[in-house]
């Protein structure tokens, strides 16, 4: 897929973390946090992101663990929140789960002087950052 638009989402059990980029040019840039207030209103919140942007791809988080061969809840979650977009997202739209590892504690970082002057608050910037950061990943990966 090298034309249209994604959406990546940096999946939290508080806050989702949102970035959009476009598959020609491949630069993913942070557009939003949103609070996770049950399943289906993040389903219902993605599928609007989803139309909103005219995304064809949908890249989410994928929080595998540091040890090799381990699962854990979030993985689960995750994968519970994909097949879910998966059934209701027109089929024109791919769902590529990818892997976030560290992604948050990247953004962080990056954020840690901001939030130290008072400049941002820690969800309206990591979690927006973090989904960037794997969007950009998943780009490179291309």
Request: proline share 2%.
């Amino acid at each position: 897929m090298s034309k249209g638009k994604a959406v990546c989402i940096d999946y939290g059990k508080k806050r989702i973390g949102v970035a959009t980029g476009g598959l020609d040019m491949k630069i993913a840039f942070p557009k939003e946090v949103f609070e996770n207030n049950g399943f289906d209103k993040v389903v219902s919140r993605l599928l609007e992101l989803v139309s909103e942007s005219g995304a064809n791809l949908l890249v989410i988080g994928y929080p595998l663990s540091m040890e090799e061969g381990q699962r854990n809840l979030m993985m689960k979650e995750v994968e519970k929140l994909e097949e879910a977009l998966k059934n209701v997202l027109p089929k024109e739209v791919e769902v590529v789960l990818f892997d976030e590892r560290l992604s948050s504690f990247e953004a962080q970082d990056v954020f840690k002087d901001l939030r130290e002057k008072g400049i941002v608050s820690r969800g309206t910037a990591d979690d927006s950052y973090a989904a960037q950061i794997t969007l950009q990943r998943y780009f490179d990966s291309m």
